[in-house]
Nanobody
Framework: QVQLVESGGGLVQPGGSLRLSCAAS????????IGWFRQAPGKEREGVSC????????FYANSVKGRFTISRDKAKNTVYLQMNSLKPEDTAVYYC???????????????????WGQGTQVTVSS
């Protein structure tokens, strides 16, 4: 099973930026579709973004399109989620996950991913 570790969360003011990282040990992340999800208190986990293993295609939830960017750094075996123009409604625990297929088919569903990190808290508040 792929072991994933997220980092980069924190407290930021509205309009600010954060970059989340998803790193793996002993496995090559480039072999997997990688998704980012988030879960706010009292809400269901929702898909935020996905990057395909096959062709690098990227996908975003409508709520973050134009503000968030997902990318890979193969040399560092890391996937990033750059978050700009953050809003209070972006506050949540953010998780990265490795897909059960190389593409992002059905990426907005949590059951399309088989391995999850422990999550990192993002709080957007003034």
């Amino acid at each position: 099973q792929v072991q994933l570790v997220e980092s980069g969360g924190g407290l930021v003011q509205p309009g600010g930026s954060l970059r989340l990282s998803c790193a793996a040990s002993r496995f090559t992340l480039d072999n997997y579709a990688i998704g980012w999800f988030r879960q706010a208190p009292g809400k269901e986990r929702e898909g935020v973004s996905c990057i395909s293993s096959t062709n690098g295609n990227t996908f975003y939830a409508n709520s973050v399109k134009g503000r968030f960017t997902i990318s890979r750094d193969k040399a560092k075996n890391t996937v990033y989620l750059q978050m700009n123009s953050l809003k209070p409604e972006d506050t949540a625990v953010y998780y990265c996950a490795a897909g059960q297929q190389p593409g992002c088919w059905g990426w907005e569903r949590a059951d399309a991913f088989g391995s999850w990190g422990q999550g990192t808290q993002v709080t957007v508040s003034s």
